[in-house]
């Protein structure tokens, strides 16, 4: 069985940074594109950032480029999204999963892949 587990968040004051992390057990993730998308109270669940198996390419929201960073460590099954500079537009729940297909502009994420999510709260 599949299990994701998101940590990381927390209330921080703008322009302070966050790193959330996202473990992945029971399936070896260097075969999948995986991604974070976030979902703020009353507003559409939106792809912040993607990346694909090995690392090579990635794909951010256009009003988190430069501020936010995609990483993985496959030998670790655990995918990483830094925030730096960070605005409280940005606050909601953050969850990572696997990408239904390929990174790229459109990204959606695998049904039932993700976790319970963490909360970002961003204080002006």
């Known amino acids: 069985q599949v299990q994701v587990v998101e940590s990381g968040g927390g209330l921080v004051q703008a322009g302070e940074s966050l790193r959330l992390s996202c473990t992945v057990s029971?399936?070896?993730?260097?075969?999948?594109?995986m991604g974070w998308f976030r979902q703020a109270p009353g507003k559409e669940r939106e792809g912040v950032s993607c990346?694909?198996?090995?690392?090579?390419?990635?794909w951010y929201l256009e009003s988190v480029k430069g501020r936010f960073t995609i990483s993985r460590d496959n030998a670790k099954n655990t995918l990483y999204l830094q925030m730096d500079n960070l605005k409280p537009e940005d606050t909601a729940m953050y969850y990572c999963a696997m990408v239904s297909g390929f990174c790229r502009v459109d990204w959606s994420p695998l049904h039932n892949s993700w976790g319970q999510g963490t909360q970002v709260t961003v204080s002006s």
């Open positions: 990346i694909s198996g090995r690392g090579i390419t990635s």
């Open positions: 029971g399936l070896t993730v260097i075969n999948n594109h």
